[in-house]
């Protein structure tokens, strides 16, 4: 079964740090490029970050470019955020993304997605 799960949420005053993991399994993952979306409160799911097959290669939204870094160890099936500089405006819930890939045994899955990690930054 294809999984994603995040962890690493929680409250943090503004200018403080959280990093966020997501543990996948039941795909290859070393064949795949992940991201990372998040949907604050009233609003619509935005890209985060992304990151190649091999790490290679991240790109950024403009708000958290220079206080974000995306990063994988393959060998652990794991993509992390590193999110400094919080701000208040960082408040969402935090979403691991995998695109349409094959699982081990064989099914297609369109994409999947982790059931969320909540981060809030508040003083």
């Known amino acids: 079964q294809v999984q994603l799960v995040e962890s690493g949420g929680g409250l943090v005053q503004p200018g403080g740090s959280l990093r966020l993991s997501c543990a996948a399994s039941?795909?290859?993952?070393?064949?795949?490029?992940m991201s990372w979306y998040r949907q604050a409160p009233g609003k619509e799911r935005e890209l985060v970050a992304a990151?190649?097959?091999?790490?290679?290669?991240?790109n950024y939204a403009d708000s958290v470019k220079g206080r974000f870094t995306i990063s994988r160890d393959n060998a652990e099936n794991t993509v992390y955020l590193q999110m400094n500089s919080l701000k208040p405006d960082d408040t969402a819930v935090y979403y691991c993304?995998?695109?349409?890939?094959?699982?081990?045994?064989?099914?297609?899955?369109?994409?999947?997605w982790g059931q969320g990690t909540l981060v809030t930054v508040s003083s």
């Open positions: 039941g795909f290859t993952f070393s064949t795949y490029a």
């Open positions: 990151i190649t097959n091999t790490g290679d290669n991240t």
């Open positions: 993304n995998a695109p349409p890939l094959r699982s081990n045994i064989g099914l297609w899955y369109l994409e999947v």
